[in-house]
T-cell receptor, first 116, second 112 residues
Framework: DTGVSQNPRHKITKRGQNVTFRCDPI?????LYWYRQTLGQGPEFLTY????????KSRLLSDRFSAERPKGSFSTLEIQRTEQGDSAMYLC??????????????FGPGTRLTVL | ELKVEQNPLFLSMQEGKNYTIYCNYS?????LYWYRQDPGKSLESLFV?????AVKQEGRLMASLDTKARLSTLHITAAVHDLSATYFC????????????FGTGTLLAVQP
């Protein structure tokens, strides 16, 4: 399977714990995005990487959130001191930098986080 | 700030009927996307629309774009149960970042 993969698929944690999610984009896709989707809503943009550089972060990404893409391949999203409001589906998407005509983003299966 | 609105939010249809989902957005954009999401699943890309008057069709679904009106439509022809899902439109925003701003989605339920 050469699509976007995410791990774990489900995570249940207690409030105050730290969690880390991983995203493996489609090979050779330079662009990588993280989105968050809560129940009954559309996904909301969190952050964007072009290769290893984090070029944009949403205001939704509080200080408790950090994302990395150390070698321009896989990415991690860490949430520290989780809160119940962090419960959501975290989606990763990737797209190629060239050609840029469509800039189509391909989404992974998501990680569903439940904070108790 | 770009806002994307979809209507209706919920659509219950009978098999064989036609209907249209509307997507309005508030700021000029280069690209508009339609995605499908099944319950508990991720997003599947359906269409990418680039220019004014663009129309794309795949099976029973047809998408169009009117950039002057800032309106896109997703038309469903002769609905079948397999089309039951949530449909999202998304608008590209932020220049080189090309982040997507999503609508709230339309939950489509096709009844036999």
């Amino acid at each position: 399977d050469t699509g976007v993969s995410q791990n774990p698929r489900h995570k249940i944690t207690k409030r105050g714990q730290n969690v880390t999610f991983r995203c493996d984009p489609i090979s050779e896709h330079n662009r990588l995005y993280w989105y968050r989707q809560t129940l009954g809503q559309g996904p909301e943009f969190l952050t964007y990487f072009q290769n290893e550089a984090q070029l944009e972060k949403s205001r939704l990404l509080s200080d408790r959130f950090s994302a990395e893409r150390p070698k321009g391949s896989f990415s991690t999203l860490e949430i520290q001191r989780t809160e119940q409001g962090d419960s959501a589906m975290y989606l990763c998407a990737s797209s190629p930098l060239r050609p840029a005509l469509y800039n189509e983003q391909f989404f992974g299966p998501g990680t569903r986080l439940t904070v108790l | 700030e770009l806002k994307v609105e979809q209507n209706p939010l919920f659509l219950s249809m009978q098999e064989g009927k036609n209907y249209t989902i509307y997507c309005n957005y508030s700021t000029t954009s280069d690209r508009l996307y339609w995605y499908r999401q099944d319950p508990g699943k991720s997003l599947e890309s359906l269409f990418v629309l680039l220019s004014n008057g663009a129309v794309k069709q795949e099976g029973r679904l047809m998408a169009s774009l009117d950039t002057k009106a800032r309106l896109s439509t997703l038309h469903i022809t002769a609905a079948v149960h397999d089309l039951s899902a949530t449909y999202f439109c998304a608008v590209a925003y932020g220049g080189a970042t090309n982040k997507l701003i999503f609508g709230t989605g339309t939950l489509l339920a096709v009844q036999p």
